[in-house]
């Protein structure tokens, strides 16, 4: 314990005081140096922000080595700085290396920018879902059918780039499916890995489309991989069914003017006793909000 004691004491007490100041200041690189290293501080995250800093931090390191070399003479002061802006280069070169690794396709980079990267979405997260579709975007010509009812199996996931999708059951029309929405959302939350079905819906191109398409098993192995993939698709897929739901919903219409509500299926037995009780449930099943509810009068055009 005395010996702790005398440590610090020796520590504190024992080392040279200051007893005269330096009148002159440091040169202008000593200076250049403090200054980069407080901007490269103030660098964010993510690859760019990497750049920035390590950039910014190696720049301050190289002008502390000119200054240790001219200004101050001292070659253990210079060795340090010297070996530190080594590391930043190196991490620099490693940085910019990833960055030029993950370049995508005009269409993905705009997929990018208009659905993963405002959810925070890394560009390594990214690689990995455009590597599960194999980097490829697929085109159907107007008229052509992406899936036809009662034929089509469930095979795979996809994603609309360009074009509008017109969605009908029975030749009835439903709704369109828009870009940056899923094709075939309903019907993959509609099975679990291992189980096997087929469209209940027609999906035709009413315009030249592109769509990106990810093959089902593949993608459950990149899920089983990568959990935040999963959770995060398992978001994606959820809104996109919302929006279908109520894209259906402002379509159907109950009699005397009344508007049906996917949301509140009991509402209108009460208020309209001679309707037919509505079930939608039995249509409205995990993965089936395309199909019609059963009691509906008449459908807006």
């Not at 009835?172 to 209940?200: A, K, N």
Request: contains cysteine; aromatic residues 14%; proline residues 4%.
């Amino acid at each position: 314990m005395g010996e702790n004691a005398s440590f610090w004491e020796s520590l504190i007490y024992a080392h040279p005081t200051c007893t005269t100041w330096k009148q002159e200041a440091e040169g202008s690189i000593y200076h250049l140096a403090s200054i980069l290293f407080v901007v490269g501080f103030m660098g964010g995250s993510g690859f760019f922000g990497l750049l920035y800093v390590f950039s910014l931090l190696g720049l301050g390191f190289l002008c502390s080595s000119v200054w240790a070399w001219l200004d101050v003479c001292a070659a253990d002061i210079f060795s340090w700085n010297f070996i530190l802006f080594a590391i930043c280069f190196v991490q620099f070169i490693y940085v910019t290396y990833q960055v030029r690794s993950v370049s995508f396709d005009r269409e993905f980079q705009e997929l990018y920018s208009a659905l993963f990267q405002p959810l925070g979405i890394s560009l390594t997260v990214y690689r990995k879902i455009v590597l599960c579709c194999d980097a490829e975007v697929v085109t159907l010509e107007k008229e052509h059918c992406y899936a036809m009812q009662g034929k089509t199996p469930i095979d795979k996931l996809s994603l609309l780039v360009s074009g509008r999708i017109r969605v009908t059951v029975d030749g009835e029309f439903l709704h369109y499916i828009f870009p940056l929405q899923f094709l075939d959302s309903p019907e993959w939350d509609s099975l679990r890995p291992t189980e096997e079905g087929i469209f209940q819906v027609t999906l035709t191109a009413e315009t030249d489309c592109r769509y990106v398409a990810w093959r089902r098993k593949k993608l459950y192995l990149l899920f089983a991989k990568h959990r935040f993939i999963s959770r995060l698709f398992s978001i994606l897929i959820g809104s996109d069914i919302a929006e279908k739901l109520y894209a259906l919903n402002d379509r159907v219409h109950v009699g005397k003017g009344f508007r049906y509500d996917i949301r509140l299926p009991n509402f209108y037995h009460v208020s309209l006793p001679e309707t037919p009780p509505v079930q939608p449930s039995h249509h409205l099943q995990r993965g089936s909000p395309r199909r019609k509810p059963t009691g509906v009068a008449n459908c807006g055009s």
